[in-house]
């Protein structure tokens, strides 16, 4: 019986590896209303903290390596679609040159250099959450108040399809958001403060579920505006 659920699960996972390839086909050959070829549209992807800024941490877990393969994931995906990708990190190293006094505001200034000479048409930050209870779970996306909140909740609706949660994207005052002159958005991609989300955030299965429902908000966030 387990051998045969075993055989079910992977089934299932060959069609929805397939049901996503059709959707990417689809997308790719349909240009964006912007009128923008997707070879001609230029996606930030910016993997949160790095170096001796490791995020949050919890039980030997640090969010800026996670953050650094979870962008690696969606900046593949989003290359393969034709996307021309520009991250702010490849390695474990932060951005800040030597980590003297003030590496928390070089690391930000670096990153929104990066921005603002990508000419990016869509910035994604990827962080990972904390919470003093560990009964908060899943993935949220928060955008800048008192920008179009449409790309943030794309994304947040397609990653609750992931999840079954019902969490609305949030505004706030975010750096990444604030200076990039682009829709731009924060993905805390799961809480490690939530020992489901823990262990989850850790497996590659998930990272490549969390990844896809990114890049699949992303999607009919630009095809669908
Ligand atoms: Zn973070």
């Known amino acids: ?18 049901s996503q390839l059709v959707l990417c086909v689809y997308l790719c050959n349909k240009n964006p209303s912007q009128g923008t070829g997707s070879v001609n549209f230029t996606i930030v992807v910016d993997a949160g903290h790095g170096g001796i800024d490791g995020g949050v941490q919890v039980d030997g877990v640090k969010e800026s390596d996670l953050n650094l393969a979870y962008s690696k994931s969606l900046g593949n995906l989003l290359e393969t679609c ?44 990827i962080h990972m959450n904390k919470f003093s209870q560990s009964i908060r779970s899943g993935p949220q996306v928060f955008y800048q108040s008192g920008s179009d909140s449409q790309f943030a909740q794309s994304v947040q ?26 829709p731009a958005i924060i993905v805390e991609c799961g809480f490690l403060s939530n020992p489901t989300d823990w262990q989850n955030l850790q497996t590659d299965v998930y990272r490549q579920q969390i990844c896809q429902s990114i890049f699949n908000g992303m999607m009919l966030y630009l095809y669908s505006t």
């Open 82 to 125: 034709g996307f021309n990708v520009v991250y702010t990190r490849h390695g474990k190293d932060g951005l800040y040159g030597l980590p003297t006094q003030g590496f928390k505001r070089r690391d930000m200034q670096k990153r929104q250099q990066i921005i603002l000479q990508s000419n990016a048409n869509l910035v994604v930050s």
């Open 1 to 18: 019986m387990k051998k045969f659920a075993k055989k079910i699960a992977v089934v299932l996972l060959v069609l929805l590896v397939a």
């Open 157 to 182: 609706q397609s990653l609750n399809s992931l999840t079954g949660n019902a969490h609305s994207a949030l505004g706030g005052d975010f750096f990444v958001c604030r200076v990039s002159p682009c």
